[in-house]
Protein backbone atom coordinates (compact mmCIF):
# COMPACT_ATOMS: atom_id res chain seq x y z
CA UNK A 1 0.00 0.00 0.00
CA UNK A 2 1.29 3.61 -0.90
CA UNK A 3 2.21 5.87 2.14
CA UNK A 4 -0.59 8.49 2.76
CA UNK A 5 2.49 10.19 4.59
CA UNK A 6 4.30 13.11 2.19
CA UNK A 7 8.12 13.41 2.56
CA UNK A 8 9.52 16.44 3.65
CA UNK A 9 11.52 16.88 0.58
CA UNK A 10 8.76 17.76 -0.91
CA UNK A 11 8.77 21.49 0.78
CA UNK A 12 12.19 22.71 0.57
CA UNK A 13 11.85 25.41 3.05
CA UNK A 14 10.57 23.01 5.39
CA UNK A 15 13.37 20.77 4.78
CA UNK A 16 15.92 23.35 5.01
CA UNK A 17 14.67 24.60 8.04
CA UNK A 18 14.89 20.96 9.75
CA UNK A 19 18.37 20.67 8.73
CA UNK A 20 19.79 23.70 10.32
CA UNK A 21 18.04 22.79 13.45
CA UNK A 22 19.48 19.97 13.11
CA UNK A 23 22.84 20.77 12.44
CA UNK A 24 22.14 22.99 15.42
CA UNK A 25 21.46 19.89 17.68
CA UNK A 26 23.69 17.48 16.45
CA UNK A 27 27.49 17.44 16.24
CA UNK A 28 27.00 16.26 12.83
CA UNK A 29 29.40 18.52 10.94
CA UNK A 30 31.93 18.41 13.52
CA UNK A 31 32.66 14.89 12.93
CA UNK A 32 33.23 15.30 9.82
CA UNK A 33 35.08 17.94 10.53
CA UNK A 34 37.40 15.70 12.29
CA UNK A 35 37.43 13.39 9.64
CA UNK A 36 38.30 16.12 7.00
CA UNK A 37 41.29 17.23 9.03
CA UNK A 38 42.15 14.02 10.49
CA UNK A 39 42.18 11.73 7.97
CA UNK A 40 41.42 13.19 4.66
CA UNK A 41 44.99 14.72 4.10
CA UNK A 42 46.34 10.62 3.83
CA UNK A 43 43.64 10.60 1.69
CA UNK A 44 44.25 13.44 -1.14
CA UNK A 45 47.95 12.29 -0.61
CA UNK A 46 47.90 10.91 -4.14
CA UNK A 47 45.01 12.24 -5.40
CA UNK A 48 46.29 13.94 -8.89
CA UNK A 49 49.52 12.21 -9.50
CA UNK A 50 51.62 15.30 -9.78
CA UNK A 51 49.24 17.11 -11.87
CA UNK A 52 48.66 21.09 -11.78
CA UNK A 53 45.00 20.96 -12.51
CA UNK A 54 42.54 18.98 -10.33
CA UNK A 55 38.84 17.93 -11.09
CA UNK A 56 36.60 18.18 -7.91
CA UNK A 57 32.98 16.97 -8.24
CA UNK A 58 30.72 17.52 -4.78
CA UNK A 59 27.28 16.02 -5.53
CA UNK A 60 24.18 17.09 -2.78
CA UNK A 61 26.93 19.88 -1.28
CA UNK A 62 24.23 22.03 0.32
CA UNK A 63 26.02 25.46 1.33
CA UNK A 64 29.13 24.13 0.40
CA UNK A 65 30.27 24.43 4.12
CA UNK A 66 32.13 20.74 4.33
CA UNK A 67 32.65 21.15 0.46
CA UNK A 68 34.47 24.14 1.67
CA UNK A 69 36.90 22.40 4.50
CA UNK A 70 38.03 19.77 1.96
CA UNK A 71 38.84 21.70 -0.44
CA UNK A 72 41.01 23.73 1.61
CA UNK A 73 42.71 20.15 3.10
CA UNK A 74 42.86 19.20 -0.36
CA UNK A 75 44.84 22.89 -0.97
CA UNK A 76 47.55 22.55 1.85
CA UNK A 77 48.56 19.10 0.52
CA UNK A 78 48.51 20.46 -3.31
CA UNK A 79 49.05 24.46 -2.86
CA UNK A 80 50.41 24.96 -6.80
CA UNK A 81 47.06 23.67 -8.11
CA UNK A 82 44.59 24.84 -9.82
CA UNK A 83 40.71 23.32 -8.74
CA UNK A 84 37.92 22.68 -11.01
CA UNK A 85 35.30 22.07 -8.80
CA UNK A 86 31.36 20.98 -10.22
CA UNK A 87 28.94 21.57 -7.53
CA UNK A 88 25.90 19.34 -8.40
CA UNK A 89 23.06 20.39 -5.91
CA UNK A 90 18.94 20.45 -6.70
CA UNK A 91 18.16 22.65 -4.30
CA UNK A 92 18.70 26.92 -5.66
CA UNK A 93 18.30 28.21 -1.89
CA UNK A 94 21.17 26.23 -1.08
CA UNK A 95 23.09 26.60 -4.45
CA UNK A 96 22.55 30.93 -3.28
CA UNK A 97 23.79 30.25 0.15
CA UNK A 98 26.84 28.78 -1.06
CA UNK A 99 27.78 31.16 -4.14
CA UNK A 100 27.16 33.28 -1.57
CA UNK A 101 29.81 31.97 0.78
CA UNK A 102 32.16 31.92 -2.25
CA UNK A 103 31.99 35.45 -3.16
CA UNK A 104 32.99 36.13 0.45
CA UNK A 105 36.17 34.25 -0.21
CA UNK A 106 38.67 35.86 -2.12
CA UNK A 107 41.16 33.45 -1.19
CA UNK A 108 39.14 30.68 -2.59
CA UNK A 109 40.66 32.34 -5.91
CA UNK A 110 42.91 28.81 -6.89
CA UNK A 111 38.82 26.91 -7.16
CA UNK A 112 36.69 27.44 -10.10
CA UNK A 113 33.23 26.76 -9.62
CA UNK A 114 31.09 25.41 -11.88
CA UNK A 115 27.16 25.21 -10.72
CA UNK A 116 24.93 22.64 -11.46
CA UNK A 117 21.33 23.15 -10.47
CA UNK A 118 20.19 19.62 -10.69
CA UNK A 119 19.87 16.53 -8.98
CA UNK A 120 22.74 13.49 -9.47
CA UNK A 121 20.59 12.09 -12.22
CA UNK A 122 19.95 14.48 -14.16
CA UNK A 123 24.19 15.50 -13.70
CA UNK A 124 24.52 12.39 -15.27
CA UNK A 125 22.43 12.53 -17.86
CA UNK A 126 23.65 16.31 -19.06
CA UNK A 127 27.32 14.37 -18.70
CA UNK A 128 26.45 11.69 -20.66
CA UNK A 129 24.12 14.12 -23.75
CA UNK A 130 27.66 16.34 -23.54
CA UNK A 131 30.15 13.45 -24.25
CA UNK A 132 32.27 14.64 -21.62
CA UNK A 133 35.45 13.11 -21.25
CA UNK A 134 36.91 15.05 -18.68
CA UNK A 135 37.83 12.79 -15.67
CA UNK A 136 37.56 13.55 -11.71
CA UNK A 137 40.09 13.42 -9.08
CA UNK A 138 38.19 13.90 -6.20
CA UNK A 139 34.23 12.87 -5.94
CA UNK A 140 32.19 13.32 -2.74
CA UNK A 141 28.55 12.72 -1.98
CA UNK A 142 28.13 13.40 1.57
CA UNK A 143 24.94 12.70 3.08
CA UNK A 144 23.32 12.64 -0.20
CA UNK A 145 22.56 8.79 -1.64
CA UNK A 146 19.47 9.00 0.58
CA UNK A 147 18.30 10.90 -2.40
CA UNK A 148 18.23 9.38 -5.53
CA UNK A 149 16.42 6.24 -6.71
CA UNK A 150 19.51 3.65 -6.94
CA UNK A 151 21.81 4.45 -4.73
CA UNK A 152 24.39 1.22 -6.69
CA UNK A 153 23.68 2.90 -10.06
CA UNK A 154 24.77 6.51 -8.82
CA UNK A 155 27.80 5.07 -7.42
CA UNK A 156 29.13 3.08 -10.26
CA UNK A 157 28.38 5.96 -12.79
CA UNK A 158 31.01 8.43 -10.10
CA UNK A 159 33.21 5.95 -10.01
CA UNK A 160 33.33 5.57 -13.53
CA UNK A 161 34.32 9.51 -13.55
CA UNK A 162 37.19 9.05 -11.21
CA UNK A 163 41.01 9.58 -12.96
CA UNK A 164 44.09 7.20 -12.14
CA UNK A 165 44.50 7.43 -8.62
CA UNK A 166 41.03 9.49 -8.00
CA UNK A 167 38.89 8.93 -4.85
CA UNK A 168 35.57 9.20 -4.30
CA UNK A 169 34.28 10.05 -1.07
CA UNK A 170 30.76 8.81 0.68
CA UNK A 171 29.25 10.01 3.92
CA UNK A 172 25.84 8.37 5.42
CA UNK A 173 24.46 7.09 8.64
CA UNK A 174 26.02 3.76 10.00
CA UNK A 175 23.71 1.24 10.02
CA UNK A 176 24.92 0.71 13.63
CA UNK A 177 23.14 4.26 14.42
CA UNK A 178 19.79 5.00 15.83
CA UNK A 179 18.73 6.36 12.09
CA UNK A 180 19.49 2.18 11.01
CA UNK A 181 17.44 0.77 13.98
CA UNK A 182 14.48 3.38 13.28
CA UNK A 183 14.91 2.35 9.36
CA UNK A 184 14.96 -1.26 9.78
CA UNK A 185 11.69 -1.15 12.01
CA UNK A 186 9.92 1.59 9.93
CA UNK A 187 11.43 1.76 6.56
CA UNK A 188 8.18 0.72 4.81
CA UNK A 189 5.76 3.21 6.67
CA UNK A 190 8.19 6.36 6.60
CA UNK A 191 10.14 5.76 3.32
CA UNK A 192 8.78 6.76 0.42
CA UNK A 193 11.04 4.76 -2.13
CA UNK A 194 10.31 6.99 -5.10
CA UNK A 195 11.76 10.06 -3.40
CA UNK A 196 14.12 8.73 -0.68
CA UNK A 197 15.80 5.22 0.46
CA UNK A 198 16.97 4.55 3.89
CA UNK A 199 20.69 3.71 2.92
CA UNK A 200 23.00 3.41 5.72
CA UNK A 201 26.55 2.85 4.88
CA UNK A 202 26.06 -1.22 5.38
CA UNK A 203 23.68 -0.91 2.95
CA UNK A 204 26.07 0.31 0.49
CA UNK A 205 29.15 -1.95 1.96
CA UNK A 206 26.62 -5.09 0.61
CA UNK A 207 26.04 -3.52 -2.68
CA UNK A 208 29.64 -2.82 -3.64
CA UNK A 209 30.71 -6.02 -1.99
CA UNK A 210 27.90 -7.87 -4.06
CA UNK A 211 30.01 -5.80 -7.04
CA UNK A 212 33.17 -7.12 -5.86
CA UNK A 213 34.16 -3.02 -5.31
CA UNK A 214 37.11 -2.94 -2.72
CA UNK A 215 36.77 0.23 -0.40
CA UNK A 216 38.50 1.82 2.74
CA UNK A 217 35.76 2.90 5.60
CA UNK A 218 35.94 4.99 8.66
CA UNK A 219 33.42 4.96 11.14
CA UNK A 220 32.54 8.62 12.70
CA UNK A 221 30.94 8.82 16.38
CA UNK A 222 28.30 11.53 16.15
CA UNK A 223 25.13 12.58 18.88
CA UNK A 224 21.95 14.23 18.52
CA UNK A 225 20.10 16.11 21.19
CA UNK A 226 16.23 14.88 20.26
CA UNK A 227 14.82 15.52 23.93
CA UNK A 228 12.77 18.56 21.95
CA UNK A 229 10.62 15.97 20.73
CA UNK A 230 9.24 14.35 23.70
CA UNK A 231 7.61 17.94 24.09
CA UNK A 232 3.93 17.83 22.83
CA UNK A 233 3.18 20.52 20.65
CA UNK A 234 6.78 22.05 20.63
CA UNK A 235 7.76 23.44 17.22
CA UNK A 236 11.39 22.97 17.15
CA UNK A 237 10.48 18.96 18.40
CA UNK A 238 8.08 18.89 15.39
CA UNK A 239 10.81 19.79 13.20
CA UNK A 240 13.36 17.53 14.16
CA UNK A 241 10.77 14.84 14.47
CA UNK A 242 10.35 16.03 10.38
CA UNK A 243 13.41 15.64 9.98
CA UNK A 244 14.07 11.95 11.44
CA UNK A 245 11.16 10.75 10.13
CA UNK A 246 11.04 12.18 6.74
CA UNK A 247 7.89 12.93 6.80
CA UNK A 248 6.33 16.56 6.66
CA UNK A 249 4.04 17.48 9.41
CA UNK A 250 4.99 13.60 11.15
CA UNK A 251 3.40 14.38 14.73
CA UNK A 252 0.02 15.94 12.55
CA UNK A 253 -0.16 13.39 9.63
CA UNK A 254 0.87 10.17 10.62
CA UNK A 255 -1.17 8.07 12.72
CA UNK A 256 -1.43 8.05 16.42
CA UNK A 257 -0.51 4.18 16.78
CA UNK A 258 3.00 4.95 14.03
CA UNK A 259 3.59 8.17 16.13
CA UNK A 260 3.12 6.37 19.70
CA UNK A 261 5.74 4.03 18.39
CA UNK A 262 8.58 5.88 16.64
CA UNK A 263 8.76 8.13 19.59
CA UNK A 264 8.85 4.92 22.02
CA UNK A 265 12.02 3.68 19.23
CA UNK A 266 13.25 6.87 19.09
CA UNK A 267 14.18 6.84 23.24
CA UNK A 268 14.88 3.23 23.31
CA UNK A 269 18.40 2.66 24.71
CA UNK A 270 18.57 1.16 20.95
CA UNK A 271 18.90 4.69 19.80
CA UNK A 272 19.40 6.86 22.29
CA UNK A 273 20.74 6.97 25.98
CA UNK A 274 19.47 9.74 28.38
CA UNK A 275 22.11 11.79 30.17
CA UNK A 276 21.27 14.62 32.10
CA UNK A 277 17.66 14.99 31.46
CA UNK A 278 18.23 15.28 27.74
CA UNK A 279 17.38 12.20 24.87
CA UNK A 280 20.85 12.03 22.95
CA UNK A 281 19.87 10.00 19.76
CA UNK A 282 22.97 7.84 18.15
CA UNK A 283 24.32 9.84 15.11
CA UNK A 284 27.14 8.01 14.09
CA UNK A 285 28.02 7.92 10.35
CA UNK A 286 30.21 6.04 8.43
CA UNK A 287 32.80 7.02 5.10
CA UNK A 288 33.47 4.79 2.72
CA UNK A 289 36.41 5.61 0.29
CA UNK A 290 36.47 4.25 -3.36
CA UNK A 291 38.98 4.12 -6.03
CA UNK A 292 38.74 3.82 -9.82
CA UNK A 293 37.23 0.47 -11.13
CA UNK A 294 40.00 -2.19 -12.16
N1 LIG B 1 26.49 17.66 1.83
C1 LIG B 1 25.84 18.65 2.67
C2 LIG B 1 24.31 18.67 2.53
C3 LIG B 1 23.64 17.38 2.90
S1 LIG B 1 21.87 17.49 2.87
C4 LIG B 1 26.21 18.41 4.12
O1 LIG B 1 26.59 17.31 4.48
O2 LIG B 1 26.08 19.34 4.91
C5 LIG B 1 21.51 16.69 1.34
C6 LIG B 1 21.69 17.58 0.14
O3 LIG B 1 21.42 16.79 -1.02
C7 LIG B 1 20.71 18.75 0.10
O4 LIG B 1 21.42 19.94 -0.14
C8 LIG B 1 19.78 18.41 -1.04
O5 LIG B 1 19.28 19.56 -1.71
C9 LIG B 1 20.65 17.57 -1.93
N2 LIG B 1 19.92 16.63 -2.80
C10 LIG B 1 18.66 16.18 -2.66
N3 LIG B 1 18.35 15.34 -3.66
C11 LIG B 1 19.44 15.25 -4.46
C12 LIG B 1 19.73 14.54 -5.67
N4 LIG B 1 18.83 13.74 -6.23
N5 LIG B 1 20.94 14.72 -6.22
C13 LIG B 1 21.86 15.53 -5.66
N6 LIG B 1 21.64 16.21 -4.50
C14 LIG B 1 20.45 16.08 -3.90
Not at 93 to 111: A, D, G, M, R
Not at 146 to 167: C, E, H, R
Request: charge should be negative; aromatic fraction near 8%.
Amino acid sequence: MASPLMSLVNDDGRYQKSFQLFLERSSEHQCMRDFIHNKLPDLLTSIGDGKSHLNVIGVGSGAGEIDLEMLSELHKKHPEVVVDNEVVEPSSQQLHNYKVVVSQKPELNYIKFTWNKMTASEFEEHWKQTKMTKKADFIHMIQMLYYVKDPGATISFFQSLLNKNGKLIIILVSEKSGWGKLWRKYRTQLCNTEISQCVTTGDIKSILDSKGVSYQSFDLPSQMDITECFIEGDEKGELLLDFLTEVLDFSKTASQELRAGVLELLRHPDCSMEAEGRVIFNNNLGVIVIDKPT
